[in-house]
């Protein structure tokens, strides 16, 4: 079956701009997450959804950062006013729950900001 | 941050040799789950032992946990060049929000 996807595979933005990037989890997940690595490092948590609804949004580093998944299935991340230092691969997962379970990840969204 | 800390950073053997890594924490977990990245984009997981385990193993790969001492190291037998990559471990606490560590870059040389 089709895995974890994700778009675009690559952005380009300028510094000031608004920037989205979508997420298709695995057909079924419940759970779903966003997580973002800078080079040379492990990737950080930002935000999860049981569903529809953000459980944990603890890991998302400012305002700046948004996340919605409307009907439980896609999610989209929402940056405004993009800084340079927002640039990095941003990394979405699923999983059938949010107990215990293995990550599936899709092959992440590598954000440049100008 | 991150709380998972790997040890070596970096990491080059032949092939057929065997690699080792570890893996420290600092909270109490759920589970610890290993993934591996290959250039920089998507992790593919490996393995995930839970706190009451002690060893697992599967295929070549053979990971122990240390929940006393908070550490868990990845074994990995007659390696392949195909297995260079980057190891991450992470831990999961209540429910499955991961926390990965800094990542160990293994080159298998043939």
């Known amino acids: 079956g089709a895995g974890v996807s994700q778009t675009p595979s690559n952005k380009v933005t300028e510094k000031g701009k608004y920037v989205e990037l979508r997420c298709d989890p695995i057909?079924?997940?419940?759970?779903l997450y966003w997580y973002r690595q800078s080079l040379g490092q492990g990737p950080e948590f930002l935000i999860y959804f049981q569903g529809t609804g953000a459980a944990d949004d603890s890991g998302l580093p400012n305002d700046r950062f948004f996340a919605v998944r409307p009907e439980g299935s896609v999610s989209t991340l929402k940056i405004q006013r993009t800084e340079r230092g927002d640039s990095a691969v941003y990394l979405c997962a699923s999983s059938p729950t949010y107990t215990n379970n293995e990550q599936f990840f899709g092959p992440g969204t590598r954000l440049t900001v100008l | 941050s991150q709380q998972g800390e790997e040890d070596p950073q970096a990491l080059s053997i032949q092939e057929g040799e065997n690699a080792t890594m570890n893996c420290s924490y600092k909270t109490s977990i759920n589970n610890l789950q290993w993934y591996r990245q290959n250039s920089g984009r998507g992790l593919v997981h490996l393995i995930l032992?839970?706190?009451?385990?002690r060893e697992k193993h599967s295929g070549r790969l053979r990971v122990t946990l240390d929940t006393s001492k908070k550490s868990s190291s990845l074994l990995i037998t007659a390696s392949r060049a195909a297995d260079t990559a980057s190891y991450f471990c992470?831990?999961?606490?209540?429910?499955?929000?991961?926390?990965f560590g800094g990542g160990t870059r293994v080159l298998v040389k043939p």
């Open positions: 032992i839970r706190s009451n385990e």
């Open positions: 992470a831990t999961a606490a209540a429910g499955n929000k991961l926390t």
């Open positions: 057909s079924g997940h419940t759970a």
